[in-house]
């Protein structure tokens, strides 16, 4: 018997100039509204597993375990804190020595291993939330099935490219695209195949 593979997505806010983050890890140019957080409640609810580097677990697990529980956050995100506590995550890091947010399992070596196994296994989609080096390494393993880009209509001057790291050219197909009322876009694109 044939089973399809769980797709593996990459979800990336980027600047118009290629950066993912700001100086410092800066993360407040996010262009950010209700529109954009039902389209991530959406997608969240398409998905059943995150994979997460150290640095972007660290930074969900400071924030969303009691984002959900907090009555003066906006209806949206409390849903998003919800869906983020209740969903499995992976997390991959040779320097934490655990993990103590609900539903999440910490991963110390064997990454292609481990997320081959993931892709495997039933359940929705898995998507890889912010994480540049563990894109970056799953991307050019061949593992990342499909990455969506939203470029926020801002430059940002300095900070860490998208993609940094990379050692070999990756090209990507566009698939399609949408555009927010704030100004966001979100590309998707595919791995382009060798002819």
Request: with cysteine; glycine share 6%; net charge positive.
């Given at each position: 018997?044939?089973?399809?593979?769980?797709?593996?997505?990459?979800?990336?806010?980027?600047?118009?100039?290629?950066?993912?983050?700001?100086?410092?890890?800066?993360?407040?140019?996010?262009?950010?509204?209700?529109?954009?957080?039902?389209?991530?409640?959406?997608?969240?609810?398409?998905?059943?597993?995150?994979?997460?580097?150290?640095?972007?677990?660290?930074?969900?697990?400071?924030?969303?375990?009691?984002?959900?529980?907090?009555?003066?956050?906006?209806?949206?995100?409390?849903?998003?804190?919800?869906?983020?506590?209740?969903?499995?995550?992976?997390?991959?890091?040779?320097?934490?020595?655990?993990?103590?947010?609900?539903?999440?399992?910490?991963?110390?070596?064997?990454?292609?291993?481990?997320?081959?196994?993931?892709?495997?296994?039933?359940?929705?989609?898995?998507?890889?939330?912010?994480?540049?080096?563990?894109?970056?390494?799953?991307?050019?393993?061949?593992?990342?099935?499909?990455?969506?880009?939203?470029?926020n209509p801002v430059a940002i001057e300095?900070?860490?490219?998208?993609?940094?790291?990379?050692?070999?050219?990756?090209?990507?197909?566009?698939?399609?695209?949408?555009?927010?009322?704030?100004?966001?876009?979100?590309?998707?694109?595919?791995?382009?195949?060798?002819?």
């Open positions: 018997m044939n089973m399809a593979l769980r797709k593996i997505y990459l979800f990336m806010m980027v600047s118009l100039d290629g950066y993912f983050e700001g100086p410092k890890h800066d993360l407040s140019w996010h262009n950010v509204d209700k529109e954009f957080n039902a389209f991530a409640n959406r997608q969240l609810k398409e998905t059943s597993t995150l994979l997460l580097g150290r640095r972007t677990y660290q930074l969900f697990a400071d924030f969303w375990p009691a984002a959900a529980k907090n009555p003066r956050m906006p209806k949206d995100v409390l849903l998003t804190g919800r869906l983020m506590n209740k969903m499995k995550k992976v997390v991959f890091s040779r320097t934490l020595k655990r993990a103590g947010w609900e539903n999440t399992r910490l991963v110390s070596g064997g990454a292609f291993r481990e997320v081959a196994k993931l892709k495997r296994e039933p359940g929705k989609d898995i998507a890889i939330l912010g994480s540049n080096n563990l894109c970056v390494s799953l991307m050019e393993k061949g593992l990342v099935d499909e990455f969506r880009l939203m470029v300095r900070g860490t490219p998208l993609f940094k790291g990379a050692k070999r050219r990756v090209k990507l197909k566009l698939i399609r695209a949408k555009t927010f009322k704030n100004g966001n876009i979100l590309l998707y694109y595919q791995l382009a195949r060798k002819r």
